[in-house]
C-alpha cells in the first residue's frame, strides 16, 4: 500500500507531540473505565482533567494536524449545500464548526456534556448548530431519516471493548437508518501505514459498514494517519433483508480471443460448467442500542 505523504495532515515535527498526548489520553480513558461503569462519567472526566478541557489536543494552536485533517474532509464531501447534517461524536466541535459551511442546520451529539460546554462556546456565533448529548448507540428514533449527510469520525474505535464484529454491523444499520434517501455517510478512523492494532480494528469497522444492505459504498480515501469512507443511502438494502441482497456488480477484463486447437488435439467440448451461486451475506441482527459512547 502506498501513501501520498504530499498529502498527508501530518506537517510539522510538532505534531509528534499531538500524537504522543493522544497516547496518553487514550490510557487515561481506559483507566477511568475500570473505575466507572458509565462511558458519561469517563468522558467528562477526560475532558474536565485535560489541560484546556483537550484531552486530544486538538484545538491547540501549536498543532496543525487535525485542523489540517478536518478541513480535507471536509474537501472530500461532494460540492454541494447539504440540508441537515449530524456530526457523531462532535467532541470539541471544530468538525461541526466546519460543517456549518456547508449545511442548512448541523446537528452535534457527544456523550460528555463538558465537551458540549466547550463545543457550545465554539459554535455559539453559529446559528445553524445545535448541540446534544447523546450515545451513538441508543440515538432517539426521531432522527431516523432525517439527514443528507452524517459524519461519524474518530468516534467508533471509542466503543468500549471489545468492538465485535456483530456490534459493528447493528451500528452500520443503524447509522444507516439516519439517512435520507440522498443522504452519504462519511466513515472516518486512524489508519497508519504499518500494521497494528489500531489499523486492523479500522479495517474492521470500514468493512462492516461496506457489509451494511442500508449502505452503498461510494468512495473510499486512504490518508497516512486517517482512512475516510462515503456512503451512500441504499433504498434497496432498506426494502430487502441480507439474505436476499444481491451481489455486488464486478466488471471483468474480455476474456482474450480463443485459440485453435493443434491438429492432433480432439476439438473443446461444448458444454459448459455449471456456474456457481453467490453466497447470501449472514443475517443482520436487530440493532438494540447497546451502551457505548460517541
Same mark, same amino acid.
Given at each position: 500500500?502506498?501513501?501520498?505523504?504530499?498529502?498527508?495532515?501530518?506537517?510539522?515535527?510538532?505534531?509528534?507531540?499531538?500524537?504522543?498526548?493522544?497516547?496518553?489520553s487514550d490510557?487515561?480513558?481506559?483507566?477511568l473505565?475500570?473505575?466507572?461503569?458509565?462511558?458519561?462519567?469517563?468522558?467528562?472526566?477526560?475532558?474536565? #482533567?485535560a489541560?484546556?478541557?483537550?484531552?486530544?489536543?486538538?484545538?491547540?494552536?501549536?498543532?496543525?494536524?487535525?485542523?489540517? @485533517?478536518? #478541513?480535507?474532509?471536509?474537501?472530500?464531501?461532494?460540492?454541494?449545500?447539504?440540508?441537515?447534517?449530524? #456530526?457523531?461524536g462532535c467532541g470539541l466541535?471544530?468538525?461541526?464548526?466546519?460543517?456549518?459551511?456547508?449545511?442548512?442546520?448541523?446537528?452535534?451529539?457527544?456523550?460528555?456534556?463538558?465537551?458540549?460546554?466547550?463545543?457550545?462556546?465554539?459554535?455559539?456565533p453559529l446559528?445553524?448548530?445545535?448541540?446534544?448529548? $447523546?450515545?451513538?448507540t441508543?440515538l432517539? &428514533?426521531?432522527?431516523?431519516?432525517?439527514?443528507?449527510?452524517?459524519?461519524?469520525?474518530?468516534?467508533?474505535?471509542?466503543? %468500549?471493548? %471489545?468492538?465485535?464484529?456483530?456490534?459493528? @454491523?447493528?451500528?452500520?444499520?443503524?447509522?444507516?437508518?439516519?439517512?435520507?434517501?440522498?443522504?452519504?455517510? =462519511?466513515?472516518?478512523?486512524h489508519?497508519? &501505514?504499518?500494521?497494528?492494532?489500531?489499523?486492523?480494528?479500522?479495517r474492521?469497522?470500514?468493512?462492516?459498514?461496506?457489509?451494511? &444492505?442500508?449502505?452503498?459504498?461510494m468512495?473510499?480515501?486512504?490518508?497516512?494517519?486517517?482512512?475516510?469512507t462515503?456512503?451512500?443511502h441504499?433504498?434497496? $438494502?432498506?426494502?430487502?433483508?441480507?439474505?436476499?441482497?444481491?451481489?455486488?456488480?464486478?466488471?471483468?477484463?474480455?476474456?482474450?480471443?480463443? =485459440?485453435?486447437p493443434?491438429?492432433?488435439d480432439?476439438?473443446?467440448?461444448?458444454?459448459?460448467?455449471?456456474?456457481?451461486?453467490?453466497?447470501?451475506?449472514?443475517p443482520?441482527?436487530?440493532?438494540?442500542?447497546? $451502551?457505548g459512547?460517541?
Open positions: 500500500m502506498y501513501f501520498d505523504w504530499r498529502r498527508s495532515a501530518f506537517r510539522s515535527l510538532r505534531d509528534i507531540g499531538l500524537f504522543l498526548a493522544s497516547a496518553r490510557a487515561r480513558l481506559q483507566a473505565r475500570r473505575q466507572s461503569t458509565s462511558c458519561p462519567i469517563a468522558f467528562d472526566a477526560l475532558y474536565r #482533567d489541560p484546556q478541557n483537550d484531552p486530544w489536543a486538538s484545538s491547540l494552536p501549536r498543532y496543525q494536524y487535525q485542523r489540517r @485533517k478536518y #478541513d480535507a474532509l471536509v474537501r472530500l464531501l461532494p460540492q454541494r449545500r447539504f440540508r441537515r447534517a449530524l #456530526d457523531l466541535g471544530l468538525l461541526t464548526e466546519r460543517l456549518a459551511r456547508c449545511a442548512q442546520e448541523v446537528i452535534g451529539i457527544d456523550v460528555s456534556s463538558v465537551a458540549l460546554r466547550c463545543a457550545a462556546e465554539r459554535t455559539q446559528k445553524n448548530v445545535q448541540l446534544r448529548q $447523546g450515545d451513538i441508543a432517539a &428514533p426521531e432522527l431516523n431519516g432525517s439527514f443528507d449527510l452524517v459524519v461519524v469520525a474518530d468516534t467508533i474505535y471509542y466503543l %468500549p471493548p %471489545p468492538i465485535q464484529d456483530g456490534l459493528l @454491523k447493528q451500528l452500520a444499520a443503524r447509522l444507516s437508518g439516519l439517512l435520507s434517501p440522498d443522504g452519504i455517510l =462519511m466513515v472516518v478512523n489508519y497508519f &501505514p504499518l500494521p497494528n492494532a489500531e489499523t486492523r480494528l479500522t474492521r469497522i470500514h468493512r462492516a459498514f461496506q457489509w451494511s &444492505p442500508g449502505l452503498t459504498l468512495s473510499e480515501h486512504r490518508r497516512a494517519f486517517y482512512l475516510a462515503l456512503l451512500g441504499s433504498l434497496l $438494502g432498506h426494502s430487502a433483508a441480507p439474505e436476499q441482497r444481491p451481489p455486488a456488480q464486478v466488471q471483468s477484463p474480455p476474456p482474450p480471443p480463443p =485459440m485453435s493443434p491438429p492432433n480432439p476439438p473443446p467440448s461444448s458444454q459448459e460448467p455449471a456456474s456457481e451461486m453467490p453466497k447470501s451475506l449472514p443482520m441482527s436487530v440493532f438494540s442500542g447497546i $451502551g459512547e460517541s
